[in-house]
């Protein structure tokens, strides 16, 4: 299986983005669905996850309800509509796949994350 992620750029403080990842190679719904991000310097950060075929999705406390997952089966493309951006949230973004979701604390664990491709970066800057 095959993620790319896109829709990345340059957004001021207080904007939105939506991510897209297109999966290929396989089907969407055998997968559970990672979202992560990196930021220069910093550890990967979970962000949500979703299961494969169930309308189940735990985000992260740091989201706070900013970030929300959809995603489209017939299309085999998952998104990650992002709001209320902060300079914080600046960071390359990252559409994984994964054998469970897990959330430990509030934060999205990336213990055991399968495939993931080049991802997407997002600066939140005025």
């Known amino acids: 299986v095959q993620l790319q992620a896109s829709g990345g750029g340059l957004v001021r403080p207080g904007g939105s983005l939506r991510l897209s990842c297109l999966v290929s190679?396989?089907?969407?719904?055998?997968?559970?669905i990672v979202w992560f991000r990196q930021a220069p310097g910093k550890e990967r950060e979970g962000i949500s996850c979703t299961k494969n075929r169930e309308d189940y999705t735990v985000y992260a406390d740091f989201t706070k309800d900013r970030f929300i997952f959809s995603r489209d089966f017939a299309k085999a493309a998952v998104y990650l509509q992002m709001n209320s951006l902060t300079p914080e949230d600046t960071a390359v973004y990252y559409c994984a796949t994964a054998p469970w979701c897990m959330v430990r604390s509030g934060s999205v664990l990336l213990d055991a994350l399968g495939s993931w491709g080049q991802g997407t970066l997002v600066t939140v800057s005025s």
């Open positions: 190679g396989s089907r969407l719904d055998y997968y559970h």
